[in-house]
């Protein structure tokens, strides 16, 4: 473990689940804070200052999926690792529009957590170590911090998952990418069979990047995949 403590907040109304995690992962080394309805876990995530969020999707007042949806909305970029009960409708592709990270089913192994929290901070960390800079492609300028894209003096946001798209292609310019890659990468679901959704994503981010005769930033390889060629 490093110097600094990796800080994670539990949104959660379930008493007993919020304290055995926060107990493991205080053992662990980590911070952490609890909020136990839709509310307050907004406010006290919309600081920014955690690693990852673990959000319960059923709470009181706002509930999870809002949650997440609007602290996209408010450009908070923290890693979130959604909650779900059995049996609960997750509409994993919902989840993943509305800008989750990863979710798991209750009852979960405390190691199981453990692991996909370590893999969101290490996600979250390349995140960070760019904050602040900007990128020059072809005929527009990228700022992953600001999520947008300044070309032919106008400003165009980039949501959540475009610009972690453009990111991941940026730290690995002129190789290929294939779909299930980017999907595990930006998406972090094992979601096989929604690489559609990739191209569905891939198509607006060509759009804002002003990238109309398909190629000339991010290049379609048949049947293998996605090459950022800026
Ligand atoms: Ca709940």
């Given at each position: 473990m490093d110097d600094v403590k990796r800080r994670v907040l539990i949104i959660e109304d379930e008493e007993g689940i919020v304290v055995t995690v926060s107990d493991r992962l205080e053992a662990e080394g980590y911070g952490v804070e609890a909020a136990s309805d839709g509310d307050s876990g907004f406010r006290k995530a919309s600081?920014?200052?955690?690693?990852?969020v673990i959000l319960d999707?059923?709470?009181?007042?706002?509930d999870g999926l809002s949650v997440c949806r609007d602290l996209r909305g408010i450009g908070i970029t923290t890693p979130v690792l959604m909650l779900t009960a059995r049996g609960q409708v997750f509409d994993k592709v919902l989840g993943l529009k509305i800008g989750a990270d990863d979710y798991m089913v209750k009852p979960f192994e405390m190691a199981e957590l453990l692991a996909r929290i370590e893999v969101l901070i290490r996600r979250g960390r390349t995140v960070s170590a760019r904050d602040g800079s900007s990128y020059e492609i072809p005929g527009a300028i990228v700022d992953l911090k600001a999520a947008s894209v300044r070309r032919d003096g106008r400003t165009i946001d980039l949501t959540h998952q475009e610009s972690r798209l453009l990111e991941y292609f940026l730290q690995n310019r002129g190789e290929i990418i294939d779909r299930n890659e980017l999907l595990d990468m930006?998406?972090?679901?094992?979601?096989?069979?929604?690489?559609r959704t990739v191209d569905v994503h891939i198509a607006a981010l060509r759009k804002k990047l002003g990238d109309?005769?398909?190629?000339?930033?991010i290049q379609t390889v048949r049947s293998r995949g996605y090459r950022f060629t800026a």
């Open positions: 600081t920014g200052e955690f690693d990852v999707l059923m709470l009181p007042g706002r930006v998406w972090g679901y094992d979601a096989a069979p929604a690489t109309t005769r398909s190629g000339k930033i």
